[in-house]
């Protein structure tokens, strides 16, 4: 496939992310001698391929960073940092940035929040976070925190955002026996994607080539609640928000401009996990469609996960699915993997993980963008990572 050659960034619009980083900076640098630092450290070297000629493995959707047939480790690798400044027990800031391969290190600002406590329970943040749709959300990128190399896309892939940027609040308690947590936004989000490689399934209206895509999430609203009991935490989560995709040049792919300037929808996700010394078994469900018909087919999107830990190693499996009904013919997509991993805890910061996943398409994937972690009928996958901290 001919590549074309990628046109200028559009100027981005100044996001509260954006525009409150400089304060932040400024805030610690004006009481640099009062501040108190802390930071964190994370890292993942990752590689894999596809152990079938012509077979795609989309394994985040979120950066289009697919492996084929060869082994590659510039998919997957990342390494990031969170530092947080205190300047006392009320305020408080975070930022924390990411540098992946799969976008030839650029740095992503995933955190940029000025915090205010408004109690040791409860604060509330205004700038940039991460979206909070999913129980990894909060450190989605820190692969030492779970046990897979990647949460399953079937549903963490679903979201083209990985941030919103607003007011954020925070909050827990103990009700009855229970643990409660609370989380929310209000916001703006946006994901630009430089997506020319064929290996990737992003499709634009101009035939067939891969162009620069930028999308976007306005009167972004989330609330989460996760509670937990002994070994068990329940929780849900619902997202609303009206979305657009544009072309660099400002045309619009995403809803077509006859039917609007927004697709408005809906999420939906629950939340299920039983863990003690020696098990584990989590399972999440989302659901996502649009609340004017005919504008977005409705997605469904689960897996159920489970190991057990045997000192080091964590053995576990993973059965995942996606599906999309298409609204004017009525036919069903669906998207089915296996994944058989295992994880050794090396020391303290380390973890080293070795995956293998079967994947299985039904229905016409051809018109698919965000449905499959494949690209084609189905692709078998081996990873590797290590996982770590600092």
């Known amino acids: 496939m001919t590549r074309i050659a990628k046109p200028p960034k559009p100027r981005k619009p100044p996001t509260p992310g954006r525009l409150l980083l400089p304060a932040i900076l ?4 004006a009481e640099a001698a009062a501040v108190d630092f802390s930071y964190q450290g994370f890292g993942t070297v990752a590689a894999g391929r596809t152990l079938g000629a012509g077979q795609y493995f989309l394994a985040d959707p979120v950066r289009f960073a697919a492996y084929d047939n060869e082994w590659s480790a510039a998919k997957e690798s990342r390494i ?30 995933q955190w940029a ?13 205004l700038g940039r976070r991460q979206e909070a749709l999913y129980y990894y959300s909060d450190f989605a990128g820190v692969g030492y925190a779970y046990h897979w190399i990647r949460p399953p896309p079937e549903i963490y892939g679903i979201s083209p955002f990985s941030s919103v940027d607003g007011l954020h609040a925070l909050g827990k308690t103990v009700w009855a026996g229970w643990r409660w947590q ?3 936004s209000v916001g703006y989000s946006e994901n ?15 035939g067939g080539q891969y ?10 609203v989330d609330a989460q609640v996760l509670a937990s009991y002994d070994n068990w935490t329940l929780g849900a989560t619902v997202s609303s928000l009206d979305y657009r995709r544009v072309l660099s040049d400002g045309r619009q792919i995403t809803p077509s401009p006859a039917r609007g300037d927004a697709i408005p929808a809906l999420y939906y996700a629950l939340i299920g996990r039983w863990e003690n010394r020696h098990a584990f078994v989590i399972g999440e469900a989302a659901y996502v469609h649009s609340t004017q018909d005919g504008m977005l087919n409705p997605i469904y999107a689960g897996y159920v996960s489970t190991g057990a830990k045997f000192g080091m190693w964590t053995p576990h499996f993973t059965w995942a699915a996606n599906g999309q009904r298409r609204e ?9 993997s296996q994944t058989v991993g295992l994880r050794a805890d090396v020391s303290q910061h380390a973890a080293l ?21 494949a690209r084609v009928r189905g692709a078998n996958v081996f990873s590797a990572a290590v996982d770590f901290t600092f």
């Open 211 to 220: 162009e620069s895509a930028t999308t976007i999430g306005r009167q972004r």
């Open 80 to 109: 990031g940092l969170r530092v947080r400044g205190s300047l006392n027990d009320t305020w408080s800031a975070t930022v924390q940035g990411m540098s992946t391969a799969s976008e030839q290190g650029r740095i992503e600002l």
């Open 182 to 184: 609370f989380s929310g």
């Open 26 to 29: 400024a805030l610690c640098m």
């Open 192 to 206: 630009q994607r430089y997506s020319d490689d064929s290996k990737t399934y992003f499709r634009t209206t101009s």
């Open 353 to 373: 993980k070795l995956e293998y996943t079967r994947n299985h398409v039904k229905g016409n994937v051809d018109n698919a963008q965000f449905l499959s972690p």
């Open 113 to 125: 929040t000025i915090n205010y406590n408004l109690n040791p329970d409860w604060s509330v943040m």
């Open 328 to 336: 004017i013919s009525q036919s069903i997509q669906r998207s089915f």
